[in-house]
Protein backbone atom coordinates (compact mmCIF):
# COMPACT_ATOMS: atom_id res chain seq x y z
CA UNK A 1 0.00 0.00 0.00
CA UNK A 2 1.30 3.94 -0.24
CA UNK A 3 2.73 5.45 2.81
CA UNK A 4 0.58 8.11 4.21
CA UNK A 5 1.39 11.67 5.73
CA UNK A 6 0.86 12.79 9.41
CA UNK A 7 -0.63 15.96 10.18
CA UNK A 8 -0.12 17.55 13.75
CA UNK A 9 -2.27 20.58 14.58
CA UNK A 10 -0.47 22.69 17.24
CA UNK A 11 -3.31 25.23 17.51
CA UNK A 12 -2.07 28.11 19.81
CA UNK A 13 -0.45 31.34 17.93
CA UNK A 14 0.84 34.71 20.00
CA UNK A 15 -1.48 36.48 17.80
CA UNK A 16 -4.46 36.05 15.14
CA UNK A 17 -3.32 37.82 12.14
CA UNK A 18 -6.37 39.59 10.74
CA UNK A 19 -5.71 37.43 6.97
CA UNK A 20 -5.91 34.27 9.08
CA UNK A 21 -8.69 31.61 8.90
CA UNK A 22 -6.80 29.02 10.13
CA UNK A 23 -7.98 27.66 13.60
CA UNK A 24 -5.64 29.24 15.58
CA UNK A 25 -6.32 30.32 19.42
CA UNK A 26 -4.33 32.40 21.73
CA UNK A 27 -1.67 30.60 23.81
CA UNK A 28 -3.03 28.94 26.51
CA UNK A 29 0.10 27.76 29.21
CA UNK A 30 -1.87 25.39 31.18
CA UNK A 31 -4.25 24.17 28.63
CA UNK A 32 -1.43 23.69 26.85
CA UNK A 33 -0.44 21.14 29.46
CA UNK A 34 -3.46 19.08 28.36
CA UNK A 35 -3.36 19.21 25.00
CA UNK A 36 0.04 17.40 24.33
CA UNK A 37 -0.75 14.72 26.28
CA UNK A 38 -4.21 14.56 24.71
CA UNK A 39 -2.36 14.34 21.23
CA UNK A 40 0.15 11.67 22.44
CA UNK A 41 -2.96 9.61 23.54
CA UNK A 42 -4.92 10.31 19.77
CA UNK A 43 -1.70 8.64 18.16
CA UNK A 44 -2.05 5.39 20.41
CA UNK A 45 -5.56 5.64 19.57
CA UNK A 46 -4.88 5.16 15.93
CA UNK A 47 -2.25 2.67 15.52
CA UNK A 48 -3.81 0.21 15.00
CA UNK A 49 -5.88 1.77 11.84
CA UNK A 50 -2.36 2.28 10.65
CA UNK A 51 -0.74 -1.32 10.96
CA UNK A 52 1.32 -1.82 7.89
CA UNK A 53 0.83 1.52 6.69
CA UNK A 54 4.67 3.20 6.51
CA UNK A 55 4.64 7.08 7.02
CA UNK A 56 6.77 8.99 5.12
CA UNK A 57 5.89 12.50 5.73
CA UNK A 58 5.19 14.21 9.08
CA UNK A 59 4.23 17.86 8.93
CA UNK A 60 3.23 19.96 12.27
CA UNK A 61 1.16 22.56 11.24
CA UNK A 62 -0.80 25.66 13.14
CA UNK A 63 -1.28 27.73 14.68
CA UNK A 64 2.42 28.08 15.42
CA UNK A 65 4.03 24.57 16.35
CA UNK A 66 6.90 26.34 17.81
CA UNK A 67 4.78 28.32 20.53
CA UNK A 68 5.34 24.74 21.89
CA UNK A 69 8.48 24.10 23.74
CA UNK A 70 11.27 21.98 21.78
CA UNK A 71 10.60 19.54 24.60
CA UNK A 72 6.82 18.73 23.98
CA UNK A 73 7.10 19.01 20.24
CA UNK A 74 9.81 16.15 20.61
CA UNK A 75 7.62 14.29 22.89
CA UNK A 76 5.25 14.13 20.07
CA UNK A 77 7.48 13.20 17.05
CA UNK A 78 9.03 10.32 19.72
CA UNK A 79 5.43 9.33 20.10
CA UNK A 80 4.74 8.79 16.24
CA UNK A 81 7.83 7.19 15.78
CA UNK A 82 6.50 4.45 18.94
CA UNK A 83 3.19 3.85 17.41
CA UNK A 84 3.62 4.27 13.07
CA UNK A 85 6.00 3.05 10.79
CA UNK A 86 8.13 5.73 10.27
CA UNK A 87 10.29 5.92 7.11
CA UNK A 88 14.11 5.97 7.91
CA UNK A 89 13.89 8.85 5.27
CA UNK A 90 10.74 10.35 6.24
CA UNK A 91 10.39 14.04 5.17
CA UNK A 92 9.69 16.15 9.21
CA UNK A 93 8.71 19.51 8.60
CA UNK A 94 7.92 22.16 11.44
CA UNK A 95 6.37 25.64 10.78
CA UNK A 96 7.97 28.05 12.50
CA UNK A 97 7.05 31.96 13.12
CA UNK A 98 10.49 34.27 13.63
CA UNK A 99 9.54 35.40 16.97
CA UNK A 100 8.92 32.27 18.42
CA UNK A 101 12.31 30.27 17.76
CA UNK A 102 15.80 30.49 19.41
CA UNK A 103 18.94 28.41 18.16
CA UNK A 104 18.89 25.95 21.05
CA UNK A 105 15.40 25.03 20.59
CA UNK A 106 16.36 24.68 16.81
CA UNK A 107 19.11 22.69 17.55
CA UNK A 108 16.69 20.00 19.92
CA UNK A 109 14.56 19.90 17.17
CA UNK A 110 16.96 19.01 14.34
CA UNK A 111 18.86 16.51 16.65
CA UNK A 112 15.33 14.46 17.41
CA UNK A 113 14.72 14.20 13.45
CA UNK A 114 12.60 17.24 11.97
CA UNK A 115 14.63 17.85 8.86
CA UNK A 116 12.76 20.58 7.19
CA UNK A 117 11.85 23.83 8.91
CA UNK A 118 8.73 26.18 7.04
CA UNK A 119 8.92 29.72 7.97
CA UNK A 120 6.02 32.23 7.98
CA UNK A 121 7.77 34.98 6.65
CA UNK A 122 5.28 36.69 4.95
CA UNK A 123 7.28 40.27 3.90
CA UNK A 124 10.70 41.77 4.22
CA UNK A 125 9.31 45.18 4.66
CA UNK A 126 8.10 46.43 8.31
CA UNK A 127 5.23 48.74 6.97
CA UNK A 128 3.65 45.26 5.06
CA UNK A 129 4.21 43.13 8.15
CA UNK A 130 2.21 45.93 10.47
CA UNK A 131 -0.35 45.63 7.72
CA UNK A 132 -0.94 41.89 8.00
CA UNK A 133 -0.73 42.22 12.12
CA UNK A 134 2.28 39.69 11.91
CA UNK A 135 3.98 40.11 15.31
CA UNK A 136 7.81 39.71 14.09
CA UNK A 137 10.35 42.35 12.75
CA UNK A 138 12.30 42.04 9.37
CA UNK A 139 15.67 41.27 12.19
CA UNK A 140 13.61 38.40 13.48
CA UNK A 141 13.09 37.20 9.64
CA UNK A 142 17.05 37.40 9.03
CA UNK A 143 17.65 35.88 12.53
CA UNK A 144 15.50 33.05 12.40
CA UNK A 145 17.58 31.75 8.71
CA UNK A 146 20.72 32.43 10.36
CA UNK A 147 19.49 30.19 13.34
CA UNK A 148 17.93 27.69 11.27
CA UNK A 149 21.35 27.19 9.18
CA UNK A 150 23.20 27.11 12.43
CA UNK A 151 20.92 24.26 13.68
CA UNK A 152 21.55 22.45 10.68
CA UNK A 153 18.60 22.82 8.83
CA UNK A 154 19.28 22.13 5.01
CA UNK A 155 15.87 22.11 3.84
CA UNK A 156 14.62 25.58 4.42
CA UNK A 157 11.33 26.98 3.64
CA UNK A 158 9.93 30.06 3.52
CA UNK A 159 6.38 32.26 2.72
CA UNK A 160 5.91 35.17 1.18
CA UNK A 161 2.62 36.98 0.64
CA UNK A 162 1.92 39.31 -2.67
CA UNK A 163 -1.04 41.54 -4.20
CA UNK A 164 -1.05 43.28 -0.50
CA UNK A 165 -2.98 46.91 0.52
CA UNK A 166 -1.00 49.52 -1.36
CA UNK A 167 1.86 47.18 -2.60
CA UNK A 168 3.42 48.33 -5.29
CA UNK A 169 5.68 45.96 -7.72
CA UNK A 170 9.02 47.61 -6.95
CA UNK A 171 8.33 46.58 -3.28
CA UNK A 172 7.05 42.98 -4.45
CA UNK A 173 9.99 42.81 -6.19
CA UNK A 174 12.37 43.83 -3.31
CA UNK A 175 10.62 40.94 -1.21
CA UNK A 176 11.36 38.45 -3.55
CA UNK A 177 15.19 39.50 -3.75
CA UNK A 178 15.66 39.54 -0.51
CA UNK A 179 14.22 36.06 -0.18
CA UNK A 180 16.08 34.70 -2.91
CA UNK A 181 19.34 36.19 -1.37
CA UNK A 182 18.33 33.57 2.08
CA UNK A 183 19.18 30.62 -0.44
CA UNK A 184 16.05 28.60 0.62
CA UNK A 185 15.68 25.44 -0.40
CA UNK A 186 11.75 26.33 -1.69
CA UNK A 187 9.79 29.35 -1.48
CA UNK A 188 5.84 30.01 -1.03
CA UNK A 189 4.50 32.62 -2.75
CA UNK A 190 0.80 33.20 -2.18
CA UNK A 191 -1.41 36.13 -2.83
CA UNK A 192 -3.28 38.05 -0.50
CA UNK A 193 -7.06 36.62 -0.36
CA UNK A 194 -9.79 37.85 1.92
CA UNK A 195 -11.70 34.95 3.49
CA UNK A 196 -15.22 35.34 5.00
CA UNK A 197 -15.58 35.45 9.41
CA UNK A 198 -11.53 37.15 9.40
CA UNK A 199 -10.75 40.27 10.25
CA UNK A 200 -9.57 41.54 6.95
CA UNK A 201 -12.97 40.75 5.49
CA UNK A 202 -14.98 42.75 7.99
CA UNK A 203 -12.76 45.89 7.07
CA UNK A 204 -12.62 45.16 3.62
CA UNK A 205 -16.75 44.82 3.54
CA UNK A 206 -16.54 47.98 5.38
CA UNK A 207 -14.61 49.58 2.09
CA UNK A 208 -11.37 50.12 5.20
CA UNK A 209 -9.47 47.76 3.12
CA UNK A 210 -8.79 47.50 -0.13
CA UNK A 211 -6.83 45.32 -2.62
CA UNK A 212 -4.61 45.17 -6.01
CA UNK A 213 -6.87 44.33 -8.87
CA UNK A 214 -7.20 40.90 -10.67
CA UNK A 215 -4.51 42.29 -13.22
CA UNK A 216 -2.09 43.45 -11.10
CA UNK A 217 -2.53 40.27 -8.80
CA UNK A 218 -1.70 38.74 -12.28
CA UNK A 219 1.12 40.80 -13.19
CA UNK A 220 2.97 39.93 -9.67
CA UNK A 221 2.02 36.45 -10.23
CA UNK A 222 3.69 36.07 -13.59
CA UNK A 223 6.83 37.93 -12.56
CA UNK A 224 7.27 35.84 -9.41
CA UNK A 225 7.15 32.81 -12.14
CA UNK A 226 9.88 34.38 -14.60
CA UNK A 227 11.96 35.27 -11.57
CA UNK A 228 12.14 32.68 -9.21
CA UNK A 229 12.63 30.31 -12.88
CA UNK A 230 15.52 32.73 -13.46
CA UNK A 231 17.01 31.97 -9.51
CA UNK A 232 17.16 28.37 -10.10
CA UNK A 233 13.43 27.56 -8.55
CA UNK A 234 11.00 24.98 -10.27
CA UNK A 235 7.36 25.83 -10.55
CA UNK A 236 5.99 22.72 -9.05
CA UNK A 237 2.53 23.96 -8.14
CA UNK A 238 0.93 27.30 -8.14
CA UNK A 239 1.89 28.88 -5.43
CA UNK A 240 5.17 26.62 -4.75
CA UNK A 241 8.77 26.93 -6.32
CA UNK A 242 11.72 24.63 -5.19
CA UNK A 243 15.10 23.67 -6.31
CA UNK A 244 15.19 20.41 -7.68
CA UNK A 245 14.78 17.40 -5.19
CA UNK A 246 12.84 19.67 -2.63
CA UNK A 247 9.65 19.86 -3.37
CA UNK A 248 7.14 19.36 -0.13
CA UNK A 249 6.71 15.85 -0.19
CA UNK A 250 4.36 16.29 2.54
CA UNK A 251 1.86 18.39 0.41
CA UNK A 252 2.33 17.20 -2.84
CA UNK A 253 0.85 13.91 -1.06
CA UNK A 254 -2.35 16.22 -0.49
CA UNK A 255 -1.90 17.60 -4.18
CA UNK A 256 -2.11 13.62 -5.22
CA UNK A 257 -5.12 12.96 -3.01
CA UNK A 258 -2.95 11.01 -1.13
CA UNK A 259 -4.17 9.41 2.41
CA UNK A 260 -3.19 11.28 5.81
CA UNK A 261 -4.16 10.82 9.27
CA UNK A 262 -4.69 14.32 10.97
CA UNK A 263 -3.94 14.66 14.35
CA UNK A 264 -5.12 17.73 16.84
CA UNK A 265 -7.47 20.08 17.50
CA UNK A 266 -9.70 20.46 13.70
CA UNK A 267 -7.28 18.43 11.69
CA UNK A 268 -8.42 16.93 9.04
CA UNK A 269 -8.12 13.04 7.67
CA UNK A 270 -8.47 11.27 4.74
CA UNK A 271 -7.97 7.34 5.08
CA UNK A 272 -10.16 4.25 3.29
CA UNK A 273 -12.15 6.63 1.14
CA UNK A 274 -13.58 8.77 4.11
CA UNK A 275 -12.65 12.09 5.09
CA UNK A 276 -13.33 12.64 9.30
CA UNK A 277 -12.13 15.95 10.89
CA UNK A 278 -11.72 16.66 14.45
CA UNK A 279 -13.60 19.42 16.90
CA UNK A 280 -11.66 22.57 16.78
CA UNK A 281 -11.13 23.99 19.81
CA UNK A 282 -8.31 22.69 22.52
CA UNK A 283 -10.36 22.53 25.02
CA UNK A 284 -13.22 20.26 23.21
CA UNK A 285 -10.50 18.39 21.62
CA UNK A 286 -8.87 17.66 24.78
CA UNK A 287 -11.64 16.39 26.70
CA UNK A 288 -13.20 14.30 24.01
CA UNK A 289 -9.75 12.28 23.89
CA UNK A 290 -9.54 11.80 26.88
CA UNK A 291 -13.17 9.76 26.59
CA UNK A 292 -12.88 7.77 23.71
CA UNK A 293 -9.03 8.41 22.37
CA UNK A 294 -10.37 10.17 19.53
CA UNK A 295 -12.20 13.53 19.04
CA UNK A 296 -13.81 12.72 15.53
CA UNK A 297 -16.64 15.32 15.11
CA UNK A 298 -17.92 14.38 11.30
CA UNK A 299 -16.69 12.12 8.74
CA UNK A 300 -17.98 11.23 5.26
CA UNK A 301 -17.32 8.89 2.73
CA UNK A 302 -17.03 10.13 -0.82
CA UNK A 303 -18.64 8.50 -3.60
CA UNK A 304 -16.47 7.51 -6.72
CA UNK A 305 -17.48 10.26 -8.88
CA UNK A 306 -16.73 12.66 -5.82
CA UNK A 307 -13.37 11.19 -5.18
CA UNK A 308 -12.65 11.35 -9.01
CA UNK A 309 -13.52 15.52 -8.90
CA UNK A 310 -11.34 15.67 -6.09
CA UNK A 311 -8.10 13.91 -7.18
CA UNK A 312 -7.99 16.47 -10.60
CA UNK A 313 -9.29 19.36 -8.12
CA UNK A 314 -6.14 18.71 -6.48
CA UNK A 315 -4.02 17.37 -8.67
CA UNK A 316 -3.99 20.02 -11.25
CA UNK A 317 -2.27 22.39 -8.90
CA UNK A 318 0.73 20.72 -9.21
CA UNK A 319 2.47 21.89 -12.74
CA UNK A 320 2.79 18.41 -14.07
CA UNK A 321 -0.44 17.88 -13.85
CA UNK A 322 -2.73 14.64 -13.20
CA UNK A 323 -1.58 11.25 -15.07
CA UNK A 324 -4.34 9.78 -16.84
CA UNK A 325 -3.04 5.96 -16.67
CA UNK A 326 -2.73 6.22 -12.43
CA UNK A 327 -5.94 8.21 -12.62
CA UNK A 328 -8.03 5.20 -15.08
CA UNK A 329 -6.07 2.53 -12.49
CA UNK A 330 -7.22 4.15 -9.23
CA UNK A 331 -10.75 4.34 -10.47
CA UNK A 332 -10.98 1.37 -12.85
CA UNK A 333 -12.91 3.66 -15.79
CA UNK A 334 -12.23 5.74 -18.76
CA UNK A 335 -11.04 9.23 -18.34
CA UNK A 336 -12.34 10.08 -21.38
CA UNK A 337 -15.61 8.64 -20.49
CA UNK A 338 -16.33 10.72 -17.40
CA UNK A 339 -14.30 13.79 -18.45
CA UNK A 340 -13.80 13.81 -22.32
CA UNK A 341 -15.96 16.96 -22.84
CA UNK A 342 -15.24 18.67 -19.94
CA UNK A 343 -11.09 18.84 -21.22
CA UNK A 344 -12.21 19.22 -24.57
CA UNK A 345 -13.90 22.45 -23.86
CA UNK A 346 -11.21 23.53 -21.41
CA UNK A 347 -8.67 22.92 -23.98
CA UNK A 348 -10.71 25.08 -26.65
CA UNK A 349 -10.14 27.98 -24.18
CA UNK A 350 -6.17 27.48 -24.15
CA UNK A 351 -7.09 26.24 -20.24
CA UNK A 352 -5.50 23.34 -20.19
CA UNK A 353 -3.44 20.64 -22.13
CA UNK A 354 -2.70 17.05 -22.82
CA UNK A 355 0.50 16.06 -22.95
CA UNK A 356 1.36 12.17 -23.59
CA UNK A 357 -0.73 10.51 -20.55
CA UNK A 358 -0.99 13.81 -18.45
CA UNK A 359 -3.75 16.52 -18.11
CA UNK A 360 -2.30 20.14 -16.97
CA UNK A 361 -3.41 23.45 -16.74
CA UNK A 362 -1.87 25.37 -19.43
CA UNK A 363 0.20 28.69 -18.37
CA UNK A 364 -2.89 30.96 -18.50
CA UNK A 365 -5.24 28.10 -16.37
CA UNK A 366 -2.38 28.80 -13.81
CA UNK A 367 -3.43 32.39 -13.74
CA UNK A 368 -7.17 31.30 -13.68
CA UNK A 369 -6.45 28.35 -11.86
CA UNK A 370 -10.02 28.43 -9.72
CA UNK A 371 -12.42 28.21 -11.61
CA UNK A 372 -11.14 25.97 -13.76
CA UNK A 373 -10.78 23.60 -11.56
CA UNK A 374 -14.13 24.22 -10.68
CA UNK A 375 -15.29 22.87 -13.91
CA UNK A 376 -14.60 18.94 -12.83
CA UNK A 377 -16.09 19.17 -9.91
CA UNK A 378 -20.25 18.09 -9.79
Not at 221 to 250: D, V
Amino acid sequence: MDPVGLYIHIPYCLHKCGYCDFNSHPENASERERYVPALIEEIRHYAPRLEGRRVATIFFGGGTPTTLPAGDQIRVLKACKRYFDVTDDAEITTEANPSTVETENLKCLHAAGINRLSVGVQSFDAAELKTLDRVHSVEEIHQTVERARRAGFDNLSLDLMFALPGQSKARWQDNLEQAIAKNPEHLSAYNLTIEPGTAFHKLHEAGELAVPSEDFQLELYQYSIERLAEAGYEHYEISNFAKPGYESRHNTLYWENGEYLGLGAGASSYLDGVRFKNFNTPAHYIDRVQADGHAVQTEETLDARRAMGETLMLGLRLKRGVSIPKFEQRFQVAFEKVFGSVVERLREQELVSVHGDRLALSTRGLYLADSVILEFIE
